[in-house]
């Protein structure tokens, strides 16, 4: 893997050995044992976006294994001021070791892969968040032992999240079921192509109820993600009655996990009770965010990778 800008960038094989790799690595934080494998390597990171999961993952991670992390806001930048991104990227990889990315549209972080010569790191995109689902992939087996089989349901908006579950869906074992509303589905290419290539089947459905039953985890996420601030209100109304309460959970198993990738916004997609109560792993996916990067930065800056 040369460069992470989506889920199918990697196969099963790869999938596995970071979910066990971030096992291993939270084994031996929790123990405090030193492992510095990335000393004097710098990962850039640059944000369009607001963040504080991804940004600080990120920088602990790559301080905590010996090497260093830069923030860039991409306006402090010349790329704020129009400097192209072939440019940026070239002149960057003379400097850096690795480069994440939170940014719009995902063919700005693939021509900026086109043109940098290190790793190019995708920290969401409009369209896809792959470390995040890489992380809850890890989460899931931490919890439930393994995600084989395992049935999906993610309710709320099609988004960049939904995105990035259909594609795990291709590579990974793990029916995936979407309730949305009409008009908030997720991506169409990927959808169709999930179609296809699902391992267990997607499903989407428009009933929140049908989608939770005999599922294993219910995932959601916030029904305006960032950039789409100015459809908040609209939002707010089309998706009333997508909310994971506890009414919801009462058609769901009793076992039933519940994640979200947060941030949340509490009495919209999510009541407090279900987000604190006891089918959730939210705060442990947080931190099994680190643990991730941590095996993602290992594999795509040490030589020895797959
Ligand atoms: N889940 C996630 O990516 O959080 P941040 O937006 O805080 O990075
Ligand atoms: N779908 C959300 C995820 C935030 C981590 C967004 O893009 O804002």
Redesign the pocket.
């Known amino acids: 893997m040369k460069h992470l800008l989506s889920e199918r960038d990697l196969n099963r094989a790869q999938f596995d050995y970071l979910v066990e790799r971030a096992r291993t690595l939270k084994k031996w934080f929790r123990e405090k044992r030193e492992y510095k494998p990335l000393k004097g390597k710098v990962l850039g990171m640059i944000f369009e ?1 607001a963040s504080t999961r991804t940004r600080l993952s990120f920088e602990v991670a790559m301080i905590q294994m010996g090497g260093n992390a830069i923030y860039m806001n991409s306006r402090d930048t010349q790329m704020g001021r129009g400097e192209s991104i072939a440019d940026t990227a070239r002149v960057m990889s003379r400097y850096l070791d690795a480069i994440m990315i939170r940014t719009f549209a995902q063919e700005i972080i693939e021509e900026f892969a086109r043109h940098a010569t290190i790793p190019v790191i995708n920290g ?1 995109t ?1 369209l896809l ?1 792959p470390c ?1 689902v890489l992380s809850d992939v890890f989460t899931i087996v931490e919890k439930k032992g393994s995600y084989e089989k395992l049935k999906l349901a993610f309710i709320g ?1 099609g ?3 939904a995105n990035s579950w259909l594609n795990v869906a291709t590579i990974l074992p793990i029916h995936v079921r979407i309730a949305c509303p009409q008009g908030y589905e997720p991506d169409q290419e990927i959808f169709r192509r999930a179609q296809r290539e699902a391992i267990e089947g997607i499903v989407l459905c428009r009933d929140p109820k049908e989608a939770v039953q005999d599922v294993d985890v219910i995932y959601t ?2 029904w305006t ?3 789409k601030e100015e459809e908040y209100e609209k939002r707010i109304q089309v998706f009333q009655s997508y909310q994971v309460n506890s009414k919801l959970l009462t058609y769901a198993s009793r076992d039933v996990m519940i994640m979200h ?3 949340a916004h509490r009495g919209e997609e999510i009541t407090s009770d279900v987000l604190d109560g006891r089918h959730s792993v939210v705060l442990d996916q947080a931190e099994n965010r680190l643990h991730m990067q941590k095996a993602i930065l290992e594999m795509l800056l040490t030589e020895d990778n797959l």
Do not use: F, I, R
């Open positions: 976006k969401l409009d968040h995040q908006d988004n960049n999240v996420d916030v993600s960032m950039g990738c947060l941030p």
